[in-house]
């Protein structure tokens, strides 16, 4: 069964703090990630996507992909209230396009001012 | 979101009932998706059109039944469904389900079911 594993949280932190939303994933093969943002009652956006081990910057946000340990994570600098949302860790499926992805459950993230 | 609409937002129906979910694109995009997303599981995609192609069914039963009669629109047929099928179903395009780069998918608000 190939999977998305995230903890579910809340994870709390507060203003102006650095949060670190972890994912992993089972699938060797997948090439392509993805971290979404949902907001309470509403439909997923995309934040970030990230194709080859390392880092990629974008204004407050990293993401870190290190596919020998099959790890995928996002930090959140200068952490906001207005970035209390659900983080939704995604995969492309091994042997499918790149838009064929599998999701973890998300990761809920409360800023607290 | 305004780029991707889905109605309606909201449907109770019967397990008996037949209803249809529908999504419109406004994008110009060439690849529609369909998502489930349960309380406690994690977003599930259910179908795949590219072009008006159905190109990928993620074991979806039967009872949900996609149409896709031209890029812009993608429909969700529902026929005979179980309690458990209620969720919120999600709507998403992007401008090409075969690219080689990131081919961002944009979703609709989503129409939340309740099976009865």
């Known amino acids: 069964q190939k999977e998305v594993e995230q903890n579910s949280g809340p994870l709390s932190v507060p203003e102006g703090a650095i949060a670190s939303l972890n994912c992993t994933y089972s699938?060797?093969?997948?090439?392509?990630f993805f971290w979404y943002r949902q907001y309470s009652g509403k439909s997923p956006e995309l934040i970030m996507s990230?194709?080859?081990?390392g880092d990629k910057e974008d204004g407050r946000f990293t993401a870190q992909l290190n596919k020998a340990s099959q790890y995928v994570s996002l930090l959140i600098r200068d952490s906001q209230p207005s970035d209390s949302a659900t983080y939704l860790c995604a995969v492309n499926r091994n042997g499918g396009s790149q838009g064929n992805l599998i999701f973890g459950k998300g990761t809920k993230l409360s800023v607290k001012p | 979101e305004t780029g991707v609409t889905q109605t309606p937002r909201h449907l109770v129906m019967g397990m008996t009932n037949k209803k249809s979910l529908k999504c419109e694109q406004h994008l110009g995009h060439n690849a529609m998706y369909w998502y489930k997303q349960s309380a406690k599981k994690p977003l599930e995609l259910m179908f795949v059109y590219s072009l008006e192609e159905r190109v990928e069914n993620n074991s979806v039963p039967s009872r949900f039944s996609p149409e896709c009669p031209n890029s812009s629109h993608l429909f969700l047929h529902l026929h005979t469904l179980q309690p458990e099928d209620s969720a919120l179903y999600l709507c998403?395009?992007?401008?090409?389900?075969?690219?080689?780069?990131?081919?961002?998918?944009?979703f609709g608000p989503g129409t939340r079911l309740t099976v009865l």
């Open positions: 699938d060797r093969g997948s090439q392509s």
């Open positions: 998403a395009s992007s401008q090409d389900y075969y690219r080689e780069v990131t081919d961002t998918q944009y």
């Open positions: 990230i194709y080859s081990n």
